[in-house]
């Protein structure tokens, strides 16, 4: 079983809905992030999250917000969707090393998410 | 300036070559550095670190040059297999102990039989 998985793998959705993405981990990481990805663009940070109670903004949070319900599960909203949001979604987990090192981030496998 | 810049490619070479990316970042506050791999519509894989002594790990080569500020990775010997997009990513470190990733926009590299 993949040790970052996402639901759904693939929306479309319509402008003005709310949408909500799920990212599970069974890695027992503290950290969880969610990036979206852009032809040319690169992966963009939308929120960060470095235990249960801590959420963070990223680079691109306006018109997204999170909940951290467990260790294991993040999940990013979409409270009213527009079609630039349309993007490949990915969740990742990292490991909290001592003195604040982070090393690997794993990633889940992506949700492609289509907004007419 | 861009926080992470590589050139987008296309690389094309042919199997058994030898083929170097470059990468720059800005931010000289900047810790940890790495190369991510990331496959035709599948998330990014960490490949390698890359630490200021340089590493090697099989194929593979990453070099770090902190004055210059830029990162480099050499693949040699190209397999049909190491087709992907390579991933420049940078790591800096946010007040006493939190850092995130910073990626670059990656390099495509294609190698053909």
């Known amino acids: 079983d993949a040790d970052v998985t996402q639901t759904p793998r693939n929306r479309i959705t319509k402008t003005g809905k709310r949408i909500m993405l799920e990212c599970s981990q069974t890695?027992?990481?503290?950290?969880m992030y969610w990036y979206r990805q852009d032809p040319g663009l690169g992966l963009r940070l939308i929120y960060y999250?470095?235990?249960?109670?801590d959420i963070n903004k990223g680079e691109i949070s306006d018109g997204y917000s999170v909940s951290r319900q467990a260790q294991a599960k993040f999940s990013l909203s979409l409270e009213s969707a527009i079609p630039n949001q349309t993007a490949l979604y990915f969740c990742?987990?990292?490991?909290?090393w001592g003195q604040g090192r982070i090393e690997t981030q794993y990633f889940g496998p992506g949700t492609r998410l289509l907004v007419l | 300036r861009k926080e992470v810049e590589q050139d987008p490619g296309p690389f094309n070479v042919p199997e058994g070559a030898t083929v170097a990316f470059n990468c720059t970042y800005s931010?000289?506050?900047?810790?940890?550095f790495f190369w991510y791999r990331q496959d035709c519509r599948k998330e990014p894989k960490l490949l390698m670190s890359?630490?200021?002594s340089g590493n090697e790990d099989g194929r593979f080569t990453a070099q770090l040059n902190r004055a210059s500020q830029y990162i480099s990775l050499l693949i040699r010997d190209s397999k049909l297999s190491d087709s992907a997009t390579y991933l420049c990513?940078?790591?800096?470190?946010?007040?006493?102990?939190?850092?995130?990733?910073?990626f670059g926009k990656g390099t495509k590299l294609s190698v053909k039989p």
């Open positions: 890695k027992g990481h503290d950290r």
């Open positions: 990513v940078v790591m800096l470190q946010l007040g006493g102990s939190q850092g995130n990733l910073i």
């Open positions: 990742a987990t990292s490991e909290s």
């Open positions: 931010n000289s506050a900047s810790q940890s």
């Open positions: 999250s470095f235990d249960v109670k």
């Open positions: 890359v630490y200021s």
